[in-house]
């Protein structure tokens, strides 16, 4: 069982950053490919960026691309987001997620329903 706490959210204005922390518990963290989604009001939850389990292969939506980095720090069992040129658009509750089934070919899975564990979010608001 792994149990994720997202935090660092928060309000910041239209073109600064924010860096989102996930702390998982659970011996297996570094086994698991670890994601980050997100949810806006009166919409469907969206893929952001995802990582294998030793970093060698990344994955980031186009909308985010260029802007937000993902990255983990095993040692500590923590993954993070780093958001740069933050938009309105990012407005959304932001979440981890943990998916303990290793990928053909080593690449992770952008689909929200094959990650097995789940943080509880963290709210991110971009005023312009």
């Known amino acids: 069982q792994v149990q994720l706490v997202e935090s660092g959210g928060g309000l910041v204005q239209a073109g600064g950053s924010l860096r989102l922390s996930c702390a998982a518990s659970g011996r297996t963290f570094t086994s698991y490919a670890m994601g980050w989604f997100r949810q806006a009001p009166g919409k469907e939850r969206e893929f952001v960026a995802a990582m294998t389990w030793n970093g060698g292969s990344t994955r980031y939506a186009d909308s985010v691309k260029g802007r937000f980095t993902i990255s983990r720090d095993n040692a500590k069992n923590t993954v993070y987001l780093q958001m740069n040129s933050l938009k309105p658009e990012d407005t959304a509750v932001y979440y981890c997620?943990?998916?303990?089934?290793?990928?053909?070919?080593?690449?992770?899975?952008?689909?929200?329903?094959?990650?097995?564990?789940w943080g509880q979010g963290t709210q991110v608001t971009v005023s312009t």
């Open positions: 997620a943990a998916d303990r089934l290793p990928r053909f070919g080593g690449v992770v899975t952008t689909i929200g329903d094959d990650y097995d564990y």
